[in-house]
């Protein structure tokens, strides 16, 4: 028996399909220039599936949400359509994102290496803030509402909702996020009402995640936490470095250099397919940044002169974390470790300190979508007006945030694009709403 739709019964001017971070700052901003534009009231409706707005941006930053930086470039942005995010960024910097969010009562504080958080250092800080500025402004909010159809009519867009309801708008924007953790409601569903009305979707990859790599060795140092300086390469030649704290776990690796790197990681493997073990990627780590290879040769002799009596497995502890000395010293010295440290040879001391400023391991790939916190893919961004964010295939219908094929490095460059391109879909509506105004009015004057 076909299903019957329920009588459609809802009308708004904008829809927005998605209430996270891009999502509620377009309806906000929405709002707000429209007001500036017109005085003819507007009604804009955000369509929710979870419970509640923003869940995804309660996480971000290990849940303290770093809302931009300021060292903000387009070179901090990736996808397949190279500097499609430029004029956005370039349009609504992190001085406008500052203004923003002083606009609707948050307070922000930089750290040192120019991260920008709510004071609170609290997530909830940032979501409270929008959250009653959408009250404020009498933005209508349906939760636990997925819409799952898009039709493009002549009057404008019907949609239906998982509970075959109705609604209609004369615009939408897709803000739905990619498709990494899924549990925060990031499951694809953008994708799909973007595929309906004939957008192409870039296959989603993990973006900012942890590595997986041979096991052998970080197996033996899994909960170990070190400031090192992680090299990647692929091929013979160096992809990135990042420089900070690393975690080893039991599948490969993690922390913020890590997730810095694995964007690369991502697209290497995802571009080669199922490549040869000649061939995988590999990291190289440095566990004395600050210092030369021969400054740690150096100090290894120092050590060796100073401690002969000592055994060999004894001879690290105290200059690395004491799991991490014993690993470094089971692959570097292939004699009894019961041994005096006076028995080891410079040629051992070298190896020694090779080991010890660039640490090679093979790189297998990543963890997989769930455990991301960015989407790598999406709407192909070709398709998409980088001055408005219109779809150049299906007018009136805009999309932002993750659901395209941008992605930003870690440091408040995804939140930065989340902002950034909610602005350039809100000014380019407001603009319409006010030019359709005066053209209606001339032609009363007519």
């Not at 690369?264 to 940044?289: H, W």
């Not at 192909?380 to 992605?407: H, K, W």
Request: glycine share 8%; hydrophobic share 35%; net charge neutral.
């Amino acid at each position: 028996m076909k299903e019957v739709l329920r009588e459609e019964t809802s009308k708004y001017d904008f829809v927005i399909i998605g209430g996270g971070s891009s999502g509620m700052a377009c309806a906000i901003m929405l709002s707000d220039l429209v007001k500036e534009k017109s005085p003819t009231p507007i009604s804009i409706a955000i369509f929710e599936q979870n419970k509640r707005l923003g869940k995804k941006l309660l996480l971000t930053g290990n849940g303290r949400c770093n809302l931009t930086n300021r060292t903000l470039s387009p070179n901090r942005y990736h996808g397949h359509n190279k500097g499609f995010s430029d004029f956005a960024i370039e349009s609504f910097d992190n001085k406008a994102t500052l203004r923003f969010f002083s606009s609707i009562g948050l307070t922000t504080i930089d750290d040192e290496s120019g991260k920008t958080f709510p004071f609170s250092m609290h997530s909830s800080s940032v979501l409270d803030s929008m959250r009653f500025a959408i009250e404020d402004r009498l933005i209508t909010v349906f939760a636990e509402t997925k819409i799952v159809s898009l039709e493009k009519r002549a009057d404008g867009f019907r949609l239906v909702d998982s509970t075959r309801r109705c609604y209609r708008s004369d615009h939408v924007v897709i803000a739905c996020g990619g498709a990494a953790s899924p549990f925060t409601g990031s499951d694809g569903n953008g994708y799909d009402l973007l595929r309906k009305a004939g957008h192409r979707i870039i296959s989603p990859i993990p973006g900012i995640v942890q590595i997986k790599t041979e096991t052998e060795f970080v197996k033996a140092v899994s909960g170990v936490k070190v400031y090192a300086k992680v090299h990647f390469f692929h091929d013979g030649s160096e992809i990135r470095s990042e420089e900070g704290e690393l975690l080893f776990t039991d599948y490969g690796i993690s922390g913020p250099p890590v997730l810095q790197l694995s964007g690369d990681v991502s697209r290497i493997l995802s571009r080669e397919g199922n490549i040869s073990d000649r061939t995988l990627p590999e990291v190289r780590i440095d566990f004395f940044p600050g210092q030369s290879a021969e400054q740690v040769l150096n100090q290894l002799k120092v050590r060796r002169n100073a401690f002969p009596n000592r055994r060999i497995e004894q001879f690290l502890v105290g200059l690395v974390h004491n799991r991490l000395a014993v690993r470094l010293t089971k692959e570097t010295i292939h004699k009894p470790l019961s041994l005096p440290v006076s028995t080891i040879s410079d040629e051992e001391l070298t190896g020694f300190s090779q080991n010890m400023k660039q640490k090679r391991i093979i790189v297998t790939g990543t963890m997989p979508l769930q455990n991301a916190q960015i989407t790598i893919g999406g709407a192909d961004t070709n398709e998409f007006d980088p001055n408005t964010m219109q779809s150049r295939i299906c007018p009136g219908l805009y999309a932002c945030g993750e659901v395209l094929d941008v992605d930003g490095d870690c440091g408040g460059y995804n939140l930065q694009w989340a902002w950034s391109s909610a602005f350039l879909v809100a000014t380019d509506i407001a603009k319409r709403v006010s030019k359709n105004e005066s053209s209606e009015r001339e032609e009363k004057r007519k």
